[in-house]
């Protein structure tokens, strides 16, 4: 349906939702503060390019989305993109591959992409996210440290080195406010889980800084004034040869805004229990991205730890999402000046914690010690997003895992399987172990999954469960006709798992093969599962549920 749930949400909204939206959406606005300046910097423009695209791209994302909660703006993901879209081409070209994305996006929605973009393998997304996040650890070192150096290389390999001929050039105060930033942010939400500790920390070391007259480079010593204005409308300059040039990064720009966004979006249906419009999210985020560079803004998409704050703090219709960009634009006209002020460590201690979240390092240890094939899509993405480019990561890693999906297709066909599944006869198999032949107990719920447990029919799986109002007390999965499995259907397992955790149901697996029963094994979810639980046949798997209602009676 291509209808913007603020339309759904204005239908029933009440003066008790609005004030939640409130409460959540000038926290947020907060919260994103530091993190849109901090976003720029990395990507090398200005700061202020940072609150325009959280003002613009915010605003337009939450007014026409698919999300009753989405959060845009800048984001992580696209620092390494922008980086070097900017070093080769400037910021006009930026402008304008930011705003072909945005029209791709659009197209994308409008022909119902949005479904298509779930079905990006696992591995490929973990691997380039991890890439991205040592990226932006390693962007930061030099403000982190204050190290006097001159402009810090792009190659991965490089900027090393030279940090490494840099080592000693350290600034004593810089690495101190870094440092003590660092661990306000770490151990704070110990003390409150309402405020951040981002924010406490801007704050008591723009404090520190200024009071103590610390040797410490901020915002304004490098990059001047920010603007306490909104600029006027703009359309780039750029030669027909450049935009030709510049087609290719701006597919990654949309690829990364529509897979962010639609994670975020599928993260926040987790967590409200609502579901999302994705094909709406898709013109929404084309649409912030084709008017945020006409105000000198940057690529933009759904933040999924803004989105999570915005939720936690009581946020309930897009209204929030609105009020969140409101609270910048204010901020922006009446407190640009004391954002000046801010250090730069701080920027890169917060960026250093955003880059530890991104990284999902136990999602790629787990994929290590899954399916070989996964691992090696994994590694191969992580790789070359460091060390060549992300585009290249993106498109070898997508290549790389449809030859190994075809090449697992083809080791688990059964000619006497097909030829039985196209058969004419009308005489039918004779199938004892047929679920029509079992008597289910009331209170169980049964699905079978048939054929390669891979990508496309993982996130199918997914929906089918999702359909289902009422938890039952025991959910069995056959898996009688599942050959093989990936890292995509492993993970969707664990998610099933845990959704049924939080359902008080017990989660029984029966008719395991080989293949998967050791993925099962090497990612540990068979121990999470329990033993007891993985079973043989659909006998029984109903006879461990009768068990498990009896115990329960």
């Given at each position: 349906?291509?209808?913007?749930?603020?339309?759904?949400?204005?239908?029933?909204?009440?003066?008790?939702?609005?004030?939640?939206?409130?409460?959540?959406?000038?926290?947020?606005?907060?919260?994103?503060?530091?993190?849109?300046?901090?976003?720029?910097?990395?990507?090398?423009?200005?700061?202020?390019?940072?609150?325009?695209?959280?003002?613009?791209?915010?605003?337009?994302?939450?007014?026409?989305?698919?999300?009753?909660?989405?959060?845009?703006?800048?984001?992580?993901?696209?620092?390494?993109?922008?980086?070097?879209?900017?070093?080769?081409?400037?910021?006009?070209?930026?402008?304008?591959?930011?705003?072909?994305?945005?029209?791709?996006?659009?197209?994308?929605?409008?022909?119902?992409?949005?479904?298509?973009?779930?079905?990006?393998?696992?591995?490929?997304?973990?691997?380039?996210?991890?890439?991205?996040?040592?990226?932006?650890?390693?962007?930061?070192?030099?403000?982190?440290?204050?190290?006097?150096?001159?402009?810090?290389?792009?190659?991965?390999?490089?900027?090393?080195?030279?940090?490494?001929?840099?080592?000693?050039?350290?600034?004593?105060?810089?690495?101190?406010?870094?440092?003590?930033?660092?661990?306000?942010?770490?151990?704070?939400?110990?003390?409150?889980?309402?405020?951040?500790?981002?924010?406490?920390?801007?704050?008591?070391?723009?404090?520190?800084?200024?009071?103590?007259?610390?040797?410490?480079?901020?915002?304004?010593?490098?990059?001047?004034?920010?603007?306490?204005?909104?600029?006027?409308?703009?359309?780039?300059?750029?030669?027909?040869?450049?935009?030709?040039?510049?087609?290719?990064?701006?597919?990654?720009?949309?690829?990364?805004?529509?897979?962010?966004?639609?994670?975020?979006?599928?993260?926040?249906?987790?967590?409200?229990?609502?579901?999302?419009?994705?094909?709406?999210?898709?013109?929404?985020?084309?649409?912030?991205?084709?008017?945020?560079?006409?105000?000198?803004?940057?690529?933009?998409?759904?933040?999924?730890?803004?989105?999570?704050?915005?939720?936690?703090?009581?946020?309930?219709?897009?209204?929030?999402?609105?009020?969140?960009?409101?609270?910048?634009?204010?901020?922006?006209?009446?407190?640009?000046?004391?954002?000046?002020?801010?250090?730069?460590?701080?920027?890169?201690?917060?960026?250093?914690?955003?880059?530890?979240?991104?990284?999902?390092?136990?999602?790629?240890?787990?994929?290590?010690?899954?399916?070989?094939?996964?691992?090696?899509?994994?590694?191969?993405?992580?790789?070359?997003?460091?060390?060549?480019?992300?585009?290249?990561?993106?498109?070898?890693?997508?290549?790389?895992?449809?030859?190994?999906?075809?090449?697992?297709?083809?080791?688990?066909?059964?000619?006497?399987?097909?030829?039985r599944e196209f058969s004419d006869d009308e005489e039918d198999v004779e199938d004892g172990m047929s679920i029509d032949r079992q008597d289910v107990p009331e209170g169980v719920e049964?699905?079978?999954?048939?054929?390669?447990?891979?990508?496309?029919?993982?996130?199918?799986?997914?929906?089918?469960?999702?359909?289902?109002?009422?938890?039952?007390?025991?959910?069995?999965?056959?898996?009688?006709?599942?050959?093989?499995?990936?890292?995509?259907?492993?993970?969707?397992?664990?998610?099933?798992?845990?959704?049924?955790?939080?359902?008080?149901?017990?989660?029984?697996?029966?008719?395991?093969?080989?293949?998967?029963?050791?993925?099962?094994?090497?990612?540990?979810?068979?121990?999470?599962?329990?033993?007891?639980?993985?079973?043989?046949?659909?006998?029984?798997?109903?006879?461990?549920?009768?068990?498990l209602l009896h115990s329960r009676a």
């Amino acid at each position: 349906m291509l209808k913007p749930k603020l339309f759904t949400t204005l239908k029933d909204y009440s003066r008790e939702k609005f004030a939640s939206d409130l409460v959540a959406g000038v926290i947020v606005g907060i919260v994103a503060l530091p993190l849109a300046i901090a976003f720029a910097i990395a990507s090398g423009v200005s700061p202020e390019k940072g609150l325009y695209t959280a003002i613009v791209a915010g605003f337009i994302i939450s007014a026409i989305g698919g999300s009753r909660v989405q959060i845009g703006g800048p984001t992580g993901a696209f620092v390494v993109i922008v980086y070097g879209i900017v070093q080769k081409y400037g910021v006009d070209g930026l402008m304008v591959a930011t705003m072909i994305a945005g029209v791709l996006l659009v197209i994308m929605g409008f022909a119902r992409l949005g479904s298509a973009i779930k079905f990006i393998p696992y591995p490929v997304i973990v691997g380039f996210t991890s890439g991205i996040a040592l990226i932006i650890f390693s962007s930061q070192i030099k403000d982190l440290f204050g190290l006097s150096m001159g402009a810090v290389p792009s190659d991965f390999i490089e900027k090393w080195m030279v940090y490494a001929q840099h080592v000693t050039a350290f600034n004593l105060y810089a690495v101190a406010i870094g440092a003590g930033s660092l661990i306000i942010m770490m151990f704070w939400p110990r003390i409150s889980h309402k405020i951040p500790g981002s924010l406490i920390a801007l704050v008591l070391s723009t404090l520190v800084v200024q009071l103590l007259d610390l040797p410490v480079e901020t915002i304004g010593s490098r990059f001047g004034d920010i603007p306490s204005s909104l600029p006027t409308p703009m359309f780039p300059s750029i030669s027909f040869a450049t935009f030709k040039d510049l087609f290719q990064p701006a597919i990654t720009i949309a690829l990364l805004a529509g897979i962010e966004a639609l994670l975020s979006a599928v993260v926040a249906d987790g967590m409200t229990g609502g579901k999302h419009r994705s094909n709406m999210e898709l013109i929404a985020q084309g649409v912030a991205n084709i008017a945020s560079p006409l105000f000198g803004g940057i690529p933009a998409t759904g933040a999924i730890a803004r989105t999570a704050t915005n939720i936690r703090n009581g946020g309930k219709t897009p209204i929030a999402g609105i009020i969140h960009a409101v609270v910048l634009l204010f901020i922006m006209l009446f407190f640009g000046r004391w954002a000046t002020l801010i250090p730069l460590p701080t920027l890169a201690a917060i960026l250093v914690i955003v880059s530890y979240n991104m990284s999902e390092w136990r999602s790629f240890r787990s994929l290590l010690r899954g399916p070989r094939s996964d691992a090696v899509v994994l590694v191969t993405t992580f790789a070359l997003t460091v060390v060549l480019d992300l585009t290249i990561a993106i498109e070898v890693g997508m290549l790389l895992a449809v030859f190994l999906f075809m090449h697992r297709m083809a080791s688990v066909s059964n000619v006497s399987v097909i030829t039985r599944e196209f058969s004419d006869d009308e005489e039918d198999v004779e199938d004892g172990m047929s679920i029509d032949r079992q008597d289910v107990p009331e209170g169980v719920e049964v699905y079978e999954i048939n054929g390669p447990f891979f990508f496309g029919a993982a996130y199918k799986f997914k929906e089918s469960i999702q359909v289902v109002n009422k938890a039952p007390k025991v959910r069995i999965i056959r898996m009688r006709n599942v050959p093989a499995i990936d890292a995509t259907g492993l993970h969707t397992l664990e998610e099933v798992f845990e959704r049924s955790q939080k359902q008080g149901t017990v989660l029984v697996i029966s008719g395991i093969h080989a293949q998967p029963l050791m993925a099962l094994e090497q990612s540990k979810l068979m121990q999470r599962i329990g033993e007891e639980n993985v079973v043989e046949s659909i006998v029984d798997a109903l006879a461990r549920a009768r068990s498990l209602l009896h115990s329960r009676a």
